[in-house]
Nanobody, 124 residues
């Protein structure tokens, strides 16, 4: 089992920045592909970004490409999501996810481990 705890969400004005963190525990963090998903009220859970176990390979949803950066520190068992140029449509509950797999995964069902989420609200 992998336990995931997100932090760093909050209220920010459009154009601003936030940095989300996800602390992992329970298993060897560096063995897992990690991801971020988000869910707005009344909408489905959407893929945001994913990163390989080493951190060398990343993949982003088109909606956040060029604005968000996913990264990880395996020595600290922590995943990050740097979010710049935030827009009101980025408002959602953001989830950290993990899967013991090497390939790119973009569907929610691909990830067996989830945190509780951290709320990001972007005001216009």
């Amino acid at each position: 089992q992998v336990q995931l705890v997100e932090s760093g969400g909050g209220l920010v004005q459009a154009g601003g920045s936030l940095r989300l963190s996800c602390a992992a525990s329970g298993r060897t963090f560096s063995n897992y592909r990690m991801g971020w998903f988000r869910q707005a009220p009344g909408k489905e859970r959407d893929f945001v970004a994913t990163i390989s176990w080493s951190g060398a390979y990343t993949h982003y949803a088109d909606s956040v490409k060029g604005r968000f950066t996913i990264s990880r520190d395996n020595a600290k068992n922590t995943l990050y999501l740097q979010m710049n140029s935030l827009k009101p449509e980025d408002t959602a509950l953001y989830y950290c996810t993990a899967v013991h797999d090497s390939g790119v995964r973009v569907r929610p069902n691909d990830y067996p481990y989830w945190g509780q989420g951290t709320q990001v609200t972007v005001s216009s």
